[in-house]
């Protein structure tokens, strides 16, 4: 879960090839589901604020 209430903030999720698992820009700032594959995953967070800008964002990631 991405939270903030900033609406230039993004992120996405891949699987260990590569491949996106998740793009928060297209579904929302929350991902509640599997990961589908074993092995390392990526959480990469997009800010697409004006230049010289900055945001807080909280990030909470659970496996259970």
Known sequence: VL??????????????????????A????AYRGQLYESGDHRVQVFYNGEP????????VLTIE
Do not use: H, K, W
């Open 3 to 24: 939270d903030s209430d900033d609406p230039n903030l993004f992120f996405m999720i891949y699987v260990p090839d590569g491949d996106i698992l998740y793009e928060s």
């Open 52 to 59: 010289g800008t900055t945001t807080r964002a909280r990030v």
């Open 26 to 29: 297209q579904a929302g700032n």
